[in-house]
């Protein structure tokens, strides 16, 4: 049976009990002493700690800089919005609760039951709405300064918003909900454009509640930089006007893109991908109709799909635009010369392997600017095969195909060729016409700047300037020549070559030809092989490069339609005729100024005055200074009251001029089919219905050109007199 222990036992117990007791008070003492006293680096980190729990810190957003175009148009922009948060330690009772509740939830538009649920929560802090603009926070602070009520927080964020909507989308790119940059140069120049957030700090007991202590603090974010863009909002406008109107008519499945460049700086003006989205609301894409591909893709795939930069981040094969390299690199190495002829019956055999030109016929005996005007694929080849794989290659690089252009656009993809060691007489005739090698369209319009610029490789870029929040001036993007590829006087020479390949076969003009300018310019036509070999389908990617003045080359303009599926798909038809739409307005508002010749006089059209109003005479006189001399007055009157054609239409100064001075009705007519007819014919053919003739791309004066479209369309009833628009084009198989 075990003994209980004694009281001399208990006594010895107590004693070494009191004992270790008393060393761990004394070491606690000492450690507190020496910490407050002695170990200065442990002290403030433990001052810290203390501190960090008794202070609350709130995040304020800095103000993202504002993004311009390079006229100060604002592109992008920030605004102050507030963050709203509740600390339901500091909801008193239940009345207070449920007034928060109510308030809340119909300012804010959120359900009730939601916020009591937040108000209820064992949390600090709840936060109930993010990105909320001043009419709604106006609202909070009155409902609280009213209401003496506690526990509702606001902070200070900021959201981004696009004044221009969905304008160059893909190279503006957008923000996420924390303001950070997602796409575009939103995303490339995000350390730029974010700067620096700022904090509010306050105190709290123990419980989270608010102490009112002197060492509060604000400390001001710093607002970010910002960016002066080379593009320009009206050239922006142009391009994708153009390209809406290609997305309706075509109906590319692979989207359509154009970018315009100064071909010395290698500024970028305007940069369009169509289909494209609204920068407020990028995750809305467009629907399958307006553009098949993105059907059956997953959401993720989609937004990829349609956000991707077009011009940067894909890759396709050029076509014939790309002889404008191996072109240049024969004339510069003497391995050709404009004096070359080249027979080319259809196609040509090298090692076993056929090569087609567009015309099986062939094109017979052809000179070195004949062979491009045609766009001949046999004397391309022969072009190619004198240059041999060191060559070629050479030039390839030189003109930038084997690196990335260095655009500060995020996304820049790596192109895809046959390395000089792996050429072979079969892929270094094939890569001479622009297949088989797979490079981005800014690979291409700037291996065609440096051609027609005197032989100079730019870097493109699209932002000019970064600035501060004061509007001083940081950094200047000034352009970077990378090298000279071909010399100044070869360059001359292919301006002089590309001139006459837009001029055309005939000189009368083909579907690129612009009324009052040179041009030069070069179409392609790619087929898209490995999409071939996939699907057993035939697709191409039709473009068009070309640039003005041909005297002295300023500006280029690429525009690329991806698999048309209305049918046709040749660039020069397809993209030589967006590229005069877009031309002919960018040009007169560039400052160049149209030089017409004699033959283009007597195709121009001229806006026809408004003469409604006038006296007879007055009218005829007003139509003769604008030398319309073919009039004719319907009525008895003395007054015009009506005109045909309307006011603005533009017409031959042949064109006949109808004045109504009565109010009789006017007889109307039937709008005949002009489609497939000549210019000349398709002008007989109106006027024999009392009708007029409106070329809308007078700029194609080939005997060749035949309608394609006219409105109003066939069979419309109008007025006798009225003006009928028709645009006329080339069927133009070259490339």
Same mark, same amino acid.
């Not at 000189?507 to 790619?526: C, D, E, F, L, M």
């Given at each position: 049976?075990?003994?209980?222990?004694?009281?001399?036992?208990?006594?010895?117990?107590?004693?070494?009990?009191?004992?270790?007791?008393?060393?761990?008070?004394?070491?606690?003492?000492?450690?507190?002493?020496?910490?407050?006293?002695?170990?200065?680096?442990?002290?403030?980190?433990?001052?810290?700690?203390?501190?960090?729990?008794?202070?609350?810190?709130?995040?304020?957003?800095? !103000?993202?800089?504002?993004?311009?175009?390079? !006229?100060?148009?604002?592109?992008?922009?920030?605004?102050?919005?507030?963050?709203?948060?509740?600390?339901?330690?500091?909801?008193?009772?239940?009345?207070?609760?449920?007034?928060?509740?109510?308030?809340?939830?119909?300012?804010?538009?959120?359900?009730?039951?939601?916020?009591?649920?937040?108000?209820?929560?064992?949390?600090?802090?709840?936060?109930?709405?993010?990105?909320?603009?001043?009419?709604?926070?106006?609202?909070?602070?009155?409902?609280?300064?009213?209401?003496?009520?506690?526990?509702?927080?606001?902070?200070?964020?900021?959201?981004? =918003?696009?004044?221009?909507?969905?304008?160059?989308?893909?190279?503006?790119?957008?923000?996420?909900?924390?303001?950070?940059?997602?796409?575009?140069?939103?995303?490339?120049?995000?350390?730029?454009?974010?700067?620096?957030?700022?904090?509010?700090?306050?105190?709290?007991?123990?419980?989270?509640?608010?102490?009112?202590?002197?060492?509060?603090?604000?400390?001001?974010?710093?607002?970010?930089?910002?960016?002066?863009?080379?593009?320009?909002?009206?050239?922006?406008?142009?391009?994708?006007?153009?390209?809406?109107?290609?997305?309706?008519?075509?109906?590319?499945? !692979? %989207?359509?893109?154009?970018?315009?460049?100064?071909?010395?700086?290698?500024?970028?003006?305007?940069?369009?991908?169509?289909?494209?989205?609204?920068?407020?609301?990028?995750?809305?894409?467009?629907?399958?109709?307006? =553009?098949?591909?993105?059907?059956?893709?997953?959401?993720?795939?989609?937004?990829?799909?349609?956000?991707?930069?077009?011009?940067?981040?894909?890759?396709?094969?050029?076509?014939?635009?790309?002889?404008?390299?191996?072109?240049?690199?024969?004339?510069?190495?003497?391995?050709?010369?404009? !004096?070359?002829?080249?027979?080319?019956?259809?196609?040509?055999?090298?090692?076993?392997?056929?090569?087609?030109?567009?015309?099986?016929?062939?094109?017979?005996?052809?000179?070195?600017?004949?062979?491009?005007?045609?766009?001949?694929?046999?004397?391309?080849?022969?072009?190619?095969?004198?240059?041999?794989?060191?060559?070629?290659? %050479?030039?390839?690089?030189?003109?930038?195909?084997?690196?990335?252009?260095?655009?500060?656009?995020?996304?820049?993809?790596?192109?895809?060729?046959? %390395?000089?060691?792996?050429?072979?007489?079969?892929?270094?005739?094939?890569?001479?016409?622009?297949?088989?090698?797979?490079?981005?369209?800014?690979?291409?319009?700037?291996?065609?700047?440096?051609?027609?610029?005197?032989?100079?490789?730019?870097?493109?870029?699209?932002?000019?300037?970064?600035?501060?929040?004061?509007?001083?001036?940081?950094?200047?993007?000034?352009?970077?020549?990378?090298?000279?590829?071909?010399?100044?006087?070869?360059?001359?020479?292919?301006?002089?070559?590309?001139?006459?390949?837009?001029?055309?076969?005939?000189?009368?003009?083909?579907?690129?030809?612009?009324?009052?300018?040179?041009?030069?310019?070069?179409?392609?036509?790619?087929?898209?092989?490995?999409?071939?070999?996939?699907?057993?389908?035939?697709?191409?990617?039709?473009?068009?490069?070309?640039?003005?003045?041909?005297?002295?080359?300023?500006?280029?303009?690429?525009?690329?339609?991806?698999?048309?599926?209305?049918?046709?798909? =040749?660039?020069?038809?397809?993209?030589?005729?967006?590229?005069?739409?877009?031309?002919?307005?960018?040009?007169?508002?560039?400052?160049?100024?149209?030089?017409?010749?004699?033959?283009?006089?007597?195709?121009?059209?001229?806006?026809?005055?408004?003469?409604?109003?006038?006296?007879?005479?007055?009218?005829?006189?007003?139509?003769?200074?604008?030398?319309?001399?073919?009039?004719?007055?319907?009525?008895?009157?003395?007054?015009?009251?009506?005109?045909?054609?309307?006011?603005?239409?533009?017409?031959?100064?042949?064109?006949?001029?109808?004045?109504?001075?009565?109010?009789?009705?006017?007889?109307?007519?039937?709008?005949?089919?002009?489609?497939?007819?000549?210019?000349?014919?398709?002008?007989?053919?109106?006027?024999?219905?009392?009708?007029?003739?409106?070329?809308?791309?007078?700029?194609?004066?080939?005997?060749?050109?035949?309608?394609?479209?006219?409105?109003?369309?066939?069979?419309?009833?109008?007025?006798?007199?009225?003006?009928?628009?028709?645009?006329?084009?080339?069927?133009?198989?070259?490339?």
């Amino acid at each position: 049976m075990v003994k209980a222990p004694s009281k001399k036992m208990k006594f010895k117990l107590n004693i070494v009990i009191l004992g270790l007791l008393a060393v761990g008070f004394f070491i606690l003492i000492g450690r507190v002493i020496y910490i407050a006293c002695f170990a200065e680096v442990d002290g403030i980190k433990y001052s810290v700690k203390a501190y960090n729990q008794q202070l609350s810190a709130d995040t304020v957003s800095a !103000n993202r800089g504002t993004i311009y175009d390079r !006229n100060m148009t604002p592109i992008a922009q920030s605004a102050t919005v507030w963050t709203v948060s509740l600390a339901p330690n500091q909801i008193k009772d239940e009345s207070q609760l449920n007034k928060i509740a109510s308030a809340l939830s119909e300012i804010l538009g959120i359900d009730r039951d939601k916020i009591i649920e937040k108000c209820k929560s064992k949390t600090q802090y709840e936060i109930v709405k993010k990105k909320v603009e001043k009419p709604q926070r106006d609202q909070i602070l009155d409902f609280v300064n009213s209401n003496r009520i506690a526990g509702i927080h606001m902070v200070e964020d900021t959201k981004r =918003y696009y004044p221009m909507g969905s304008m160059a989308a893909q190279t503006i790119g957008f923000v996420g909900s924390d303001n950070q940059g997602l796409l575009g140069v939103e995303l490339s120049y995000n350390s730029e454009l974010s700067g620096i957030a700022g904090k509010v700090t306050g105190v709290q007991d123990a419980k989270g509640g608010s102490m009112p202590y002197e060492y509060e603090y604000y400390y001001p974010a710093q607002d970010g930089n910002s960016l002066v863009m080379s593009i320009d909002s009206t050239l922006q406008h142009y391009c994708d006007k153009a390209l809406e109107e290609v997305m309706h008519v075509r109906r590319p499945a !692979n %989207r359509c893109m154009a970018i315009m460049m100064n071909v010395n700086t290698g500024e970028i003006l305007a940069l369009s991908v169509k289909p494209d989205f609204d920068l407020n609301d990028p995750y809305t894409l467009p629907s399958v109709a307006e =553009y098949p591909a993105i059907e059956g893709k997953s959401d993720g795939d989609a937004r990829t799909a349609v956000w991707t930069n077009k011009a940067v981040s894909e890759i396709y094969e050029p076509g014939s635009v790309f002889k404008v390299v191996t072109g240049s690199a024969a004339l510069e190495e003497g391995t050709m010369t404009l !004096n070359n002829n080249f027979h080319c019956n259809g196609s040509c055999v090298v090692d076993d392997t056929t090569f087609h030109c567009w015309r099986r016929s062939g094109h017979g005996s052809q000179t070195f600017t004949q062979a491009y005007i045609n766009s001949c694929n046999p004397a391309f080849v022969q072009i190619g095969s004198s240059l041999g794989p060191e060559l070629f290659f %050479r030039y390839f690089s030189m003109y930038g195909m084997t690196e990335r252009t260095q655009i500060d656009l995020p996304g820049e993809t790596d192109s895809i060729y046959v %390395r000089e060691k792996d050429l072979t007489p079969v892929s270094l005739a094939s890569e001479s016409f622009g297949q088989t090698e797979s490079i981005t369209a800014m690979q291409m319009l700037t291996a065609f700047c440096a051609v027609v610029n005197g032989g100079y490789l730019n870097t493109p870029h699209v932002v000019n300037q970064i600035i501060d929040s004061n509007g001083n001036i940081l950094k200047t993007k000034s352009s970077n020549t990378k090298r000279q590829v071909i010399s100044d006087t070869t360059s001359k020479t292919m301006v002089e070559v590309l001139e006459a390949v837009v001029k055309g076969i005939d000189g009368a003009g083909t579907n690129a030809s612009v009324p009052g300018y040179r041009i030069v310019g070069k179409s392609g036509t790619g087929q898209k092989l490995k999409y071939k070999q996939q699907t057993g389908l035939d697709t191409y990617v039709g473009s068009f490069i070309g640039a003005i003045p041909a005297d002295n080359p300023q500006y280029a303009l690429m525009v690329l339609v991806d698999t048309p599926t209305d049918g046709t798909y =040749y660039g020069g038809t397809v993209a030589s005729p967006v590229f005069a739409q877009i031309m002919s307005e960018a040009a007169p508002y560039l400052g160049i100024l149209p030089e017409y010749t004699a033959q283009e006089l007597s195709h121009l059209t001229i806006a026809v005055p408004a003469c409604e109003g006038l006296l007879v005479e007055e009218a005829k006189n007003k139509l003769a200074k604008a030398n319309f001399t073919n009039v004719e007055v319907i009525g008895s009157g003395d007054t015009v009251l009506s005109q045909a054609p309307k006011t603005g239409s533009n017409i031959n100064s042949s064109t006949r001029i109808i004045l109504y001075t009565d109010n009789k009705e006017q007889k109307n007519v039937i709008v005949p089919n002009v489609i497939g007819l000549s210019q000349a014919a398709a002008n007989l053919t109106l006027a024999n219905s009392g009708l007029s003739l409106a070329i809308d791309n007078s700029g194609v004066q080939s005997q060749k050109a035949r309608a394609t479209a006219q409105s109003p369309e066939a069979g419309a009833s109008v007025p006798r007199g009225t003006a009928i628009s028709v645009q006329f084009l080339t069927n133009d198989e070259t490339g």
